[in-house]
């Protein structure tokens, strides 16, 4: 049983999904660019059998307000956290994709008393000059011809070619999520993402870690995963096959298997 819940925190208006206990140990889930806290749909029931999951739509994104950008990361994790004392949750796990492994990244680093575990799936710690020029183009390509004109080449990076011709349902279910983000959200975004600068500050990271790759993610590969757990002291890499960006979607049951695995052995407590 879950429910969807808006909340005030940090001055915007959030949205949630809360799914399970409200004594168990909690969860919060971050979702990638473009998408919802609808994209953690295979994970939550799941979850939810031995945690409080809190699912989140960020800034600009879902039912989440979108105020006009630029965001920037430190704002996003401010949202986090004060949705996270909105609910009461104390200290949680956090598993984040793509943009909500970079918000987790900067928690861990401002705020580490407040996690239990930081899991990072298909992300990276720092975006280099010509991948800053890539954003340059998604924002312009929203602004001026809407998130209709980005939804196929981002789906054909999100999912291997076999995945979106075995389950198209599963691949139209993300593009409505594409095609229902405000352009405000969606830029904003793209404009904290082009600041990202974080591979230096790893080190710091003091928390169980565990870091998820896609074997065929175009960007977000299994080598720049690589450079994240060899920087974070103890971090675990696991690289799950016939899988590009949204992992959690087109590996589903290895990425909850990896989750509960990973959230058991670090912690209720």
């Known amino acids: ?27 919060l889930l971050a979702h990638s660019l473009a998408c919802s806290h609808e994209m953690w749909r295979p994970q939550i029931a799941a979850l939810a059998a031995d945690h409080r999951v809190v699912a989140c739509d960020l800034r600009g994104h879902g039912r989440t307000a979108a105020p006009e950008g630029p965001y920037s990361l430190a704002q996003l994790a401010e949202d986090l956290l004060a949705l996270a004392e909105a609910l009461s949750l104390g200290r949680f796990h956090f598993v984040g994709l793509s943009i909500g492994g970079m918000i987790g990244q900067q928690l861990a680093l401002a705020a580490p008393g407040r996690l239990r575990s930081l899991t990072l799936c298909a992300t990276t710690s720092r975006i280099p000059p010509e991948g800053r020029a890539a954003f340059d183009e998604r924002a312009e390509t929203a602004l001026t011809r809407g998130m209709a004109a980005l939804a196929e080449p981002t ?9 979106r011709a075995e389950y198209p349902d599963a691949v139209a279910a993300i593009r409505a999520q594409i095609l229902a983000t405000p352009v405000a959200g969606y830029v904003g975004c793209c404009r904290a993402i082009q600041q990202l600068d974080l591979t230096a500050r790893l080190p710091e990271i003091r928390l169980p870690t565990l870091v998820v790759a896609g074997r065929d993610d175009p960007g977000m590969s299994p080598a720049v995963m690589a450079t994240i757990r060899d920087a974070i002291p103890g971090a675990e890499l696991q690289v799950l096959e016939q899988a590009a960006h949204l992992l959690n979607v087109e590996q589903a049951a290895a990425t909850t298997a990896l989750l509960r695995r990973f959230l058991g052995a670090h912690g209720g407590s």
């Not at 001055?11 to 206990?21: D, K, M, S, W």
């Not at 789906?155 to 995945?163: K, P």
């Open 1 to 27: 049983m879950s429910e969807l819940r808006e909340i005030e925190a940090n001055g915007l208006r959030q949205c949630v999904e809360i799914a399970g206990r409200a004594e168990a140990p909690p969860v």
């Open 155 to 163: 789906l054909a990076r999100w999912f291997t070619e076999g995945f």
